[in-house]
């Protein structure tokens, strides 16, 4: 067996080992060239970024000057790569509109209402706190998003050897500095990474242009104000609340106060559509405003509404408004109380009751009825049955309803339409005397005394007991609108009466 040559053994491991060594130096150095080379090729990337950076940052403080929160301006940068600009041109576009002056800042509300550009909701209080440029260059990809790998730290061994020639090339390259702050490392880390980030998630900002208060505007105000305040007397609900109301008067005034309801509330959304293009500046539309809302007997009362307008809108009145002042108030007009003297009718009921009754008598009704069966004829009544039901009745079913049961027991018992009949001219006195009106005269025929003309004042003073009664001894009637006066009721007859 040959003896082991351990010195030729020795030389070609170090042999082999000093090839390897140098080869991991000269892939190292191959290494370095091609970063270097690439960051070179890179720095182009990383400047054009910078650019866009500087840009939007530069834009975004314009915003601002203009009258944009910070927060606003991040949003906007988290929108999208054009978002800063967007804002931008948008709220230069509404200062032109507006009419402002150069260094004239918008106010909150005016960038609320002019453009739809929310804030975004939670916005993290250290990016506010930072400077704008840098945040546009997180943005815009300017700055290392997360931390630049840091090579291992090689042991003595494989420094001696060389298996850390790489990684040492790669903490030259991390620590020398090629580009400002940034060295060969970060300019090849960036240019692997997105060129926009957003620092706020799901950021939006959809922008609106405010509409021109212009002549078609205008034209579309008025013919709009008076279709809007003629829709609204014409709808069957106010119809049937119109129907209710027995003087003409009263109608009027409950028409004027629909027309001006639906009015004020056309003129307010077109009023916050308007607001800041002119639509307070218009002569023409101020003066429709105020006619619209005149009111009969009430001096400068479309005045007052508009001043109340211009409050609201945080604009100058012409004269001050007080929270206390009630002359912009129209009376609303009640519908006359009516007098039937029965009880409240109740819910109908599923039944069988082939002979439904009619509500009955009230405490009034009763007192009126028996006054006018005693010393009579008469042998009763009901209110709730009529002679049809009575005839169609059998006697059993009659008995139920505690009514006369035999042809021969009618006789003088009086029947709902005979009831009525009785009631009839209790009803109308007392259907005028509960509903009389401040300032309107009314015919009094008093029984061998004649026709006066009284005042509610007057009427209130008299009893109700003299005008009810199958015959009473005063009926009330309303005048016709040109129907002559007879002569004033004195106070010794009302004194009789009292």
Avoid: C
């Avoid at 997360?146 to 390259?173: H, Q, W």
């Avoid at 129209?330 to 109908?348: M, Q, Y």
């Avoid at 009893?463 to 009664?469: K, Q």
């Amino acid at each position: 067996m040959a003896k082991f040559n351990w010195k030729q053994f020795a030389g070609n491991f170090l042999q082999e080992t000093a090839m390897n060594i140098r080869e991991r130096k000269e892939g190292a150095k191959a290494y370095e060239e091609e970063q270097r080379q690439l960051a070179e090729r890179n720095l182009q990337l990383v400047r054009q970024r910078e650019a866009v950076a500087r840009n939007a940052a530069r834009v975004g403080k314009q915003a601002m000057d203009l009258g944009a929160s910070k927060e606003l301006v991040i949003n906007a940068m988290s929108s999208g790569v054009s978002g800063v600009t967007d804002l931008y041109n948008n709220l230069q576009n509404l200062h032109s509109q507006l009419g402002y002056r150069p260094g004239q800042e918008l106010t909150e509300d005016e960038i609320r209402m002019g453009l739809s550009a929310p804030t975004a909701a939670n916005i993290d209080p250290s990016l506010i706190a930072a400077d704008l440029t840098d945040l546009a260059m997180q943005t815009y990809g300017v700055v290392p998003k997360g931390k630049l790998p840091d090579p291992e730290e090689a042991s003595t061994m494989k420094t001696l050897f060389g298996f850390d020639a790489k990684d040492r090339v790669r903490r030259e390259l991390a620590d020398e500095k090629y580009y400002g702050n940034l060295s060969i490392g970060d300019i090849n880390y960036i240019a692997q990474q997105s060129e926009y980030n957003a620092l706020v998630g799901d950021a939006v900002q959809n922008f609106a242009e405010l509409p021109i208060y212009n002549s078609e505007a205008k034209l579309n105000f008025s013919t709009q104000l008076n279709k809007v305040m003629d829709d609204a007397i014409t709808g069957q609900a106010f119809k049937n609340r119109l129907a209710a109301l027995v003087d003409p008067a009263d109608k009027q005034t409950s028409m004027l106060i629909e027309r001006q309801k639906a009015a004020g509330n056309f003129i307010r959304n077109y009023a916050g559509t308007y607001e800041y293009t002119g639509f307070f500046d218009d002569p023409a539309t101020l003066d429709l405003i105020k006619q619209t809302f005149e009111i009969p007997g009430q001096e400068g009362a479309g005045q007052k509404w508009l001043d109340t307008l211009l409050v609201e809108y945080d604009r100058e009145p012409e004269t001050p408004i007080s929270e206390d002042d009630t002359s912009l108030k129209i009376k609303e007009p009640v519908p006359p109380k009516k007098v039937d003297l029965k009880k409240d009718p109740v819910d109908p009921v599923e039944t069988d009751d082939p002979f439904p009754p009619a509500p009955d008598l009230d405490e009034e009704g009763r007192a009126i009825m028996d006054a006018s069966v005693s010393g009579e004829l008469r042998k009763g009544y009901t209110a709730q049955y009529t002679r049809e039901q009575w005839n169609k009745m059998s006697r059993k079913q009659r008995e139920e309803r505690d009514l006369p049961v035999s042809p021969m027991g009618v006789i003088g018992f009086q029947f709902k339409e005979d009831v009525d009949k009785v009631l009839e001219k209790s009803l109308s006195n007392l259907n005028i005397k509960r509903n009389t009106r401040e300032g309107k005269e009314y015919k009094v025929i008093i029984k061998n005394l004649g026709t006066f003309t009284a005042t509610k004042e007057q009427l209130d003073q008299m009893l109700d007991s003299a005008f009810m009664g199958e015959r009473p001894a005063i009926i009330l009637e309303e005048y016709g609108e040109e129907e002559p006066r007879e002569r004033k009721l004195t106070t010794r007859i009302i004194k009789r009466f009292k």
